[in-house]
Structures are given as C-alpha cells and as structure tokens.
C-alpha cells in the first residue's frame, strides 16, 4: 500500500503544481508563460517517476518474509 500511496502522491503533487503553472497563472503577474515544451517535460518526468516507483515495488520483500529467513 506504501507504493500505491507514493504513486499518488507524485501524480497529485505534479499536477496540482504544474496545472496551473500550465494555465499561465504566472502571465498577469511576471509576463511568464509556460511553453509546451516544459509542460511535456514536466509530463514525462511524473511519468518516468510514477514508472520507477512501481519498478521498486517489484524488488520489494515484505518483511514477515524477510525475518522468516
């Protein structure tokens, strides 16, 4: 359950953050608008992060297994 909770922890976090940011909540204030090209970074890095977590949960050994040995 920790995994599936990290998982979505970073999927929420990428976007409540980087939505708005998307959205040019930045553009009245600074003039700042985020280009497309950022927006599919920051799409491609929560993916490659949501990929990796549930790669680590494939190496994961509870640890009631883990004392029995």
Do not use: C, D
């Amino acid at each position: 359950m920790t995994r599936i909770k990290q998982n979505l922890f970073w999927a929420f976090a990428y976007n409540i953050i980087l939505i708005p940011f998307a959205a040019g909540i930045l553009y009245p204030t600074f003039g700042i608008i985020f280009r497309p090209e950022w927006s599919a970074l920051a799409m491609a890095l929560s993916s490659v992060t949501l990929i990796s977590l549930s790669l680590m949960h494939k190496n994961y050994i509870p640890s009631i297994k883990a004392n029995k040995n």
